[in-house]
């Protein structure tokens, strides 16, 4: 078995096959980012991979929204966190 993250497939074609799988690839690749440092790549990877879905999580103009409550209010590392794990 290969030990590489669920996220590093995405550009390689796959597929999630349900919203709990994407949203924790969603996850996993924000994470990624924001523990090297990268809070405003964190924020736009989540919402960047939310898109990917082959069927919407999320209305687009909710995902706005999200994205400027993120850029706007969240500051420091753990607000982000706390902003990424919030997706369900």
Known sequence: MNNEPLWAFW???????TRVEHLGVC????????????????IA?????LRKADEPLYDAALLR???ADALCFRNTPDQVRDWIDGFN
Request: hydrophobic share 45%; net charge positive; no cysteine.
């Open 11 to 17: 550009g390689r074609g796959a597929r999630m096959t």
């Open 45 to 49: 990877s989540m919402i960047s991979d």
């Open 27 to 42: 996850k996993q690749g924000a994470i990624v980012r924001l523990e090297a440092g990268d809070l405003q790549g964190a």
């Open 65 to 67: 929204a999200l994205l």
